[in-house]
Structure formats: C-alpha cells, structure tokens
C-alpha cells in the first residue's frame, strides 16, 4: 500500500478521474466469425479504492472446447490526481500454456510482492508506473487532459518480471459506426515491442469519457476486433444509433 508522505508518480491537474464506474461489453471477431465477447467492469469502493476487471469468454464451439479464456483484475487508488496501482492479477488458460502472475506495489519500500507461475520475484518500482490493466485507465486520464489536441506519449508498464517503457501512438481522429452507432473517437496504436500480441489499435469515444469503442489487433495475422455492443455508466453513454 501507499505510504503517507511517498510520491508514487509526477503530480496530474486533475483531483477526480476521468472515468467513471461502468460496464462495457464487447464482441470479440476473428475474421468474419464471432468467437468470443469480453466483459469489462470498473466499480468503486465506499472507501474510494478502484477495483477494474476484465475477462474473456469464448462463445465459438470450437473455441469453447479448447477452454481458452483469460481474467485481468487491479485494485488502485486516485491520490492528487494520480492513478496509484495496488495490486494486479492476470491469468490465462489455454491448452499446454496456461501463465499466471500477480504484483502487489509496496511503494513505501518502491518494490513488488510477484507471484508467477515461474516463482516468486521483487521488481524495483519507478514512479507512474501502471501495470497492462490500469495502463488502459492512464491512457485514458492523458487523452482527458489532451483533448482536443492529441498527441503521443509514452507509460512505464510493469509486465511478467519486468518494466517496460511503452508507446501511446496518436494515428488521428476517426467517426466509426460501431453496433449501428456513430462514434468521434481519437485512434491511438498502443506499441509495447515488436511482434507483441499486446500491441493493439484502439478507436477511443467522446461520448464515453474516452474509452474505446473498438479495438484491433493482429492474431497469427489474422485481425482480432473488439467492438462495443452494451454500456452501462451513471454519466456516459452511447449515441442513439442512426447513419454516420
């Protein structure tokens, strides 16, 4: 946890964040085949803390025998307009190469408690670094702050056993029809290193506090697309459909 007095990351302009509670849930589309749907759930605590969850669900038959899913979930703090990490949780199951990890941030003493299915580690923390889970809600604080002029930047991201210095890179502004809904999104092409299954282009909305609409990313060349079919939050929502 936190310690009183320590100073996890550069000081933000923002004393709320810029998100919000909410659920979003998304088809998951490989080809022209719907093989799957994604579930990502962020809540808040009475006592302030954040909890985000996202997990995978394979739909296809196929896809469903082979018992493939993956679970993603962070606690964290919002402290003087900065996203604090606390813990993060990531398991995925496929055949013959199932992984596992977990960090929990000791940033009184700037280090990790990491369990991976490999075993047990300690990794020097640096200040505003985010983990894969709370990189996409820091993504989102920086395109706050940013718009209406965006332009790239860069996170330090806590992977497997290690730190990673990754790229938010601005591709431009786009109007896309997601579920027969019309969309402004800023395109940003996320970039951690090359050949990576985690880069990944992603349409963030306007209209859901810039969270994505769709994202897309190659899977043995063949593109994955997540696209947005519910959405449930007190102060966003999506526009009515209609032609965009």
């Not at 402290?79 to 929990?104: C, I």
Request: charged share 30%; aromatic share 10%.
């Amino acid at each position: 946890m936190l310690a009183a007095g320590s100073d996890p990351a550069p000081a933000a302009t923002a004393e709320t964040p810029p998100f919000e509670p909410h659920r979003a849930v998304y088809d998951v589309i490989r080809g022209d085949s719907r093989i799957g749907e994604v579930e990502a759930e962020l809540t808040r605590r009475d006592d302030g803390l954040w909890h985000y969850r996202i997990e995978s669900k394979a739909t296809a038959w196929y896809v469903r025998m082979l018992g493939v899913s993956t679970t993603e979930a962070a606690w964290f703090d919002w402290r003087d307009g900065v996203l604090v990490p606390l813990t993060y949780h990531h398991v995925s199951v496929e055949p013959g190469k199932d992984r596992f990890w977990q960090h929990r941030y000791d940033w009184q003493q700037r280090t990790t408690e990491t369990k991976t299915h490999d075993g047990n580690l300690g990794i020097a923390l640096e200040p505003g670094v985010v983990d894969p889970l709370t990189l996409r809600l820091a993504a989102v604080a920086r395109l706050e702050a940013q718009a209406p002029d965006f332009a790239g930047f860069e996170l330090d991201v806590l992977e497997r056993d290690e730190i990673e210095r990754q790229q938010y890179r601005f591709i431009g502004r786009e109007r896309i029809e997601v579920d027969g809904r019309c969309f402004d999104t800023a395109v940003f092409k996320r970039f951690r290193k090359q050949g990576s299954s985690r880069n990944y282009t992603a349409w963030h909305a306007e209209s859901l506090g810039w969270m994505p609409a769709r994202i897309e990313h190659a899977d043995d060349g063949k593109p994955m697309v997540l696209e947005l079919t519910d959405w449930e939050s007190a102060d966003h929502s999506p526009p009515p459909p209609g032609d965009c």
